[in-house]
């Protein structure tokens, strides 16, 4: 397996609170979610605790406009994406600073408004959400010299 790398990753988790949505200059659509994940184990002394861990979680383009539209604090979803750190100049005590965070590339609501009630979204990012009851809108037309995108157009 020489040459070859893997950066994925799935959570499925509650959302702390409501999506933060943003927009690049350009005025491509990023949503910042925080998602809480639970592990019950047993310490060494026999007894059950309880261990949350919370991940930072950004999504781009149709990815966002639906967790801007259809998430909400608690909620439970699926999340499959890549790590990615970034970093900056504090700006007050100018130190470097770091923050690793999933971008996500697939989203799948789990429950919602009724029993059974959720969507697939695998693939909105790309303008093609499948497998749900959600209201979609035709994709947007790609500009003919498409820049990609880079921490800079990150709006927090």
Same mark, same amino acid.
Request: neutral net charge; charged residues 30%; hydrophobic residues 35%.
């Given at each position: ?8 990753? &799935? ?5 702390? %609170?409501? +999506? ?8 491509? @659509?990023?949503? %910042?979610?925080?998602?809480? &994940? ?25 990815? =966002? ?7 909400? %604090?608690?909620? %439970? ?7 990615? &750190? ?13 923050? &690793? ?15 059974? =009630? ?20 035709? +994709? ?14 990150? @709006?927090?």
């Amino acid at each position: 397996m020489a040459g070859k790398s893997l950066n994925r990753v &799935t959570l499925i988790g509650n959302l702390g %609170k409501d +999506p933060e949505i943003k927009y690049t200059p350009s005025g491509t @659509p990023v949503a %910042k979610l925080t998602l809480a &994940t639970n592990e019950r184990f047993k310490d060494k002394a026999g007894e059950w605790q309880d261990r949350t861990e919370w991940h930072n979680v950004v999504l781009w383009q149709r990815l =966002a406009e639906i967790a801007g539209e259809y998430l909400k %604090k608690g909620g %439970k979803v699926y999340i499959e994406g890549r790590l990615q &750190t970034r970093s900056w100049d504090d700006k007050t005590s100018g130190q470097k600073k770091y923050m &690793t965070e999933v971008v996500a590339n697939d989203l799948i609501l789990l429950g919602g408004r009724g029993e059974g =009630a959720g969507g697939d979204f695998s693939g909105a990012s790309r303008g093609a959400a499948a497998g749900n009851n959600f209201e979609q809108r035709a +994709p947007e037309p790609e500009p003919a010299a498409s820049t990609p995108i880079s921490d800079e157009d990150i @709006p927090f």
